[in-house]
């Protein structure tokens, strides 16, 4: 049974760069959410029995890394179940269950972050009446098989509840400057990728500054709603949203609420607030 970690395994790595001044980046994407979009099936296989699917980036039925979101109905129980691959999955809103099948239910609300290792059997359900995860594989396809299938990996797996998150400070990272912002390194590439992942959480009516030099930059919307900046227009994203970037970026925006970003880059960046 997998056995639900109640401290944070938070180890941020104070870090500091060269950033240049930008004011776009060779190639920067704003995509807000929106839920009209026709959404399709998770697995295709279980029809109207499947939660829904969106890519917000790449694509979950090809063989490259994926960022995506699901939408689970109310009181959602899957059957016992493998992935071909491994994924990491933040919950936007409601409440989720991942774990072995035998385990009690703990549910993960908005901000709590999850791993599911490729061939472990487990279950997934919801317990809320509007459900939404952002999930990540780092190589697709995104498949569904049966528990006899199942197979070891060195990879355990993980929840981390929203309450058991650890936060840095700009007195404590120089990865960013000024009051009411605060950073969490949750994951990082063991395949020499550099690939990384973040929580970067911000006041309320907080204007900042995120200085990227990355070649992949990827922030996902959890909690919170931004006035995104671009060149000659302002961007309202909400949950669910996406804006990411190629190169040396200055992403500007301003929060309307508490908000938490889900950061994923293979390289440093810095927060500035302004």
């Given at each position: 049974?997998?056995?639900?970690?109640?401290?944070?395994?938070?180890?941020l790595?104070?870090?500091?760069?060269?950033?240049?001044?930008?004011?776009?980046?060779?190639?920067?994407?704003?995509?807000?959410?929106?839920n009209?979009?026709?959404?399709?099936?998770?697995?295709?296989?279980?029809?109207?029995?499947?939660?829904?699917?969106?890519?917000?980036?790449?694509?979950?039925?090809?063989?490259?890394?994926?960022?995506?979101?699901?939408?689970?109905?109310?009181?959602?129980?899957?059957?016992?179940?493998?992935?071909?691959?491994?994924?990491?999955?933040?919950?936007?809103?409601?409440s989720?269950?991942?774990?072995?099948?035998?385990?009690?239910?703990?549910?993960?609300?908005t901000?709590?972050f999850?791993?599911?290792?490729?061939?472990?059997?487990?279950?997934?359900?919801?317990?809320?009446?509007?459900?939404?995860?952002?999930?990540?594989?780092?190589?697709?396809?995104?498949?569904?098989?049966?528990?006899?299938?199942?197979?070891?990996?060195?990879?355990?797996?993980?929840?981390?509840?929203?309450?058991?998150?650890?936060?840095v400070?700009?007195?404590?990272?120089?990865?960013?400057?000024?009051?009411?912002?605060?950073?969490?390194?949750?994951?990082?590439?063991?395949?020499?990728?550099?690939?990384?992942?973040?929580?970067?959480?911000?006041?309320?009516?907080?204007?900042v500054?995120?200085?990227?030099?990355?070649?992949?930059?990827?922030?996902?919307?959890?909690?919170?709603n931004?006035?995104?900046?671009?060149?000659?227009?302002?961007?309202?994203?909400?949950?669910?949203?996406?804006?990411?970037?190629?190169?040396?970026?200055?992403?500007?925006?301003?929060?309307?609420?508490?908000?938490?970003?889900?950061?994923?880059?293979?390289d440093?960046?810095k927060?500035?607030?302004?």
């Open positions: 049974m997998l056995l639900t970690l109640r401290l944070s395994f938070i180890s790595v104070i870090l500091s760069s060269h950033f240049v001044n930008a004011d776009e980046a060779q190639s920067t994407f704003v995509k807000p959410f929106d009209k979009i026709e959404w399709g099936y998770l697995n295709p296989l279980r029809g109207e029995n499947s939660p829904k699917a969106l890519n917000l980036w790449g694509d979950r039925t090809t063989s490259g890394a994926t960022g995506m979101l699901v939408k689970f109905k109310p009181d959602f129980s899957s059957p016992p179940h493998i992935h071909n691959v491994a994924y990491r999955a933040v919950v936007i809103s409601g989720l269950h991942n774990d072995d099948p035998t385990a009690q239910p703990n549910w993960m609300t901000g709590s999850w791993t599911q290792p490729a061939g472990s059997n487990h279950i997934t359900a919801a317990n809320s009446a509007e459900n939404m995860i952002y999930l990540e594989i780092d190589e697709g396809p995104y498949l569904v098989k049966p528990p006899q299938q199942q197979f070891a990996t060195k990879e355990q797996p993980l929840n981390l509840h929203w309450s058991n998150i650890a936060w400070d700009s007195h404590q990272s120089k990865m960013l400057s000024g009051s009411g912002i605060a950073l969490s390194k949750l994951w990082q590439s063991s395949s020499g990728t550099a690939m990384t992942g973040y929580f970067l959480k911000v006041a309320a009516n907080t204007s500054n995120l200085k990227s030099e990355s070649s992949q930059f990827k922030a996902v919307v959890i909690k919170g931004i006035e995104y900046e671009g060149q000659n227009t302002t961007t309202s994203l909400k949950a669910g949203s996406l804006f990411s970037s190629e190169g040396v970026t200055d992403h500007r925006f301003t929060t309307q609420s508490e908000t938490v970003l889900y950061i994923r880059t293979n440093v960046f927060v500035i607030k302004v």
